[in-house]
């Protein structure tokens, strides 16, 4: 061990700070080197007498009176008393609030990715054609929103993105036409009745696999599509 | 240091609604307190707020208490953390000072303005030399004689920067007693 790394440990060794292993090796060190010897020997002098001095010191001390006022003024706080497991029932009710919190923002989150509104699966179109037989379009093909692309119409023509988008414009406009009369009435319960139906669509991007589910307004499942 | 027996009944007994335990139990350290709270902040007046802070809020955090500690050990992490946060506002206030009075009075760094003080002792003006980590450092295990551990967990640090704190504290220690105050050397 040289002088210079002995040195930074040398206080350490005065105050017996250092671990075993460490302090033999340095004191080896100092059996040998009077200039680490005398260094180290300072250095316990100087903390010797320091403790020495401290404890010489004067102890400074409460008045009674003092200390009586302080204990009154503490004890007089809210006591730290102990409930049975109150902590734990604290931490209980953060966590369920927490959960609840948590489950509520998912909701908002997926409400708009997952639940899109429906793709009506065929039973439904052709139960929504008979109620309104003959109808025309009230609404022009242009004014419909994009239709979903995620299915494919050749594989699934069943499924037509435009069914998609009447049902949803269709109930846009419902307060519109359900002033308009019976006739008007029996569309938007046809529309409403097609916006009661959510599907859950998975693609896999390897296979280009589609699996669809279709839930009615009370999540009853529906059936699937691949 | 395992909490003493009495010690642990007497906690239990204040943490159970019987507040009147908690005189016996902080008693014995009553002066030990003070006299650590004089050494950090090196002002008595101070240093009895912040025992009083101390003892509030060891009281109101009773139940976090953890009885594997020695409970003065405990003690003296408050009440260091309390005489910490004064002295950091005692500085702030002389720096707030200090530039306020700039050009009116001659100029003194905010460190020796806040250190205007009560120095009582030879041992208080070697404590003097040391920077503010140093010193509670010093204090903590130099002084009061707690481990290296305890030391660091009383002032929320590692026992790295408790050791490399000590040996420069310890030096300057060497240094202003050899140089300054060598009757303390010689031990008169």
């Known amino acids: 061990?040289?002088?210079?790394?002995?040195?930074?440990?040398?206080?350490?060794?005065?105050?017996?700070?250092?671990?075993?292993?460490?302090?033999?090796?340095?004191?080896?060190?100092?059996?040998?080197?009077?200039?680490?010897?005398?260094?180290?020997?300072?250095?316990?002098?100087?903390?010797?007498?320091?403790?020495?001095?401290?404890?010489?010191?004067?102890?400074v001390d409460w008045h009674e009176a003092e200390w009586k006022a302080l204990m009154a003024r503490i004890t007089a706080e809210r006591p730290a008393t102990r409930t049975p497991a109150g902590g734990r029932r604290r931490w209980e009710l953060a966590a369920g609030l927490a959960t609840v919190v948590l489950a509520a923002g998912l909701a908002i989150v997926f409400r708009h990715s997952i639940f899109r509104p429906a793709h009506v699966p065929p039973a439904v179109e052709s139960a929504a054609a008979k109620s309104v037989p003959g109808e025309p379009e009230e609404i022009s093909r242009e004014s419909l929103p994009a239709a979903p692309t995620r299915i494919d119409e050749k594989k699934f023509p069943a499924i037509k993105p435009e069914y998609y988008a009447r049902n949803v414009d269709r109930s846009r406009t419902s307060p519109n036409q359900a002033s308009v009369g019976k006739k008007g009435s029996s569309k938007t319960a046809a529309a409403e009745a097609g916006q009661d139906v959510l599907s859950v669509t998975m693609v896999s991007r390897e296979t280009g696999l589609q699996v669809v589910w279709f839930f009615n307004k009370n999540f009853e499942w529906k059936g699937d599509l691949e | 240091m395992w909490m003493k027996d009495t010690e642990k009944e007497l906690v239990d007994m204040v943490l159970s609604g019987r507040i009147e335990a908690f005189e016996p139990l902080v008693t014995p350290y009553r002066q030990p307190l003070l006299a650590l709270a004089c050494r950090l902040t090196g002002n008595r007046e101070e240093a009895g707020e912040v025992v009083q802070e101390a003892l509030l809020r060891a009281f109101k955090h009773l139940r976090r208490y953890d009885a594997s500690r020695s409970f003065r050990n405990w003690l003296f992490q408050i009440a260091a953390n309390e005489a910490r946060d004064r002295l950091r506002k005692r500085r702030r206030e002389a720096r707030l000072l200090e530039e306020a009075g700039r050009g009116l009075a001659p100029s003194r760094s905010a460190e020796a303005g806040c250190l205007v003080r009560e120095i009582r002792s030879d041992l208080e003006k070697c404590l003097a030399v040391l920077g503010p980590r140093e010193r509670e450092v010093f204090i903590l295990r130099d002084i009061e004689e707690l481990d290296v551990r305890e030391t660091a967990r009383a002032l929320g640090c590692s026992s790295i920067s408790v050791r490399v704190n000590l040996s420069s504290a310890r030096r300057k220690i060497r240094d202003v007693i050899r140089d300054k105050f060598p009757h303390l050397e010689e031990g008169r």
């Open chain 1, 1 to 59: 061990m040289t002088c210079r790394k002995a040195r930074k440990a040398l206080p350490l060794l005065a105050g017996g700070d250092l671990a075993a292993k460490k302090a033999s090796r340095l004191e080896a060190h100092v059996a040998f080197c009077p200039a680490c010897r005398r260094e180290l020997e300072e250095l316990r002098t100087a903390l010797g007498r320091a403790r020495a001095a401290a404890r010489a010191e004067k102890a």
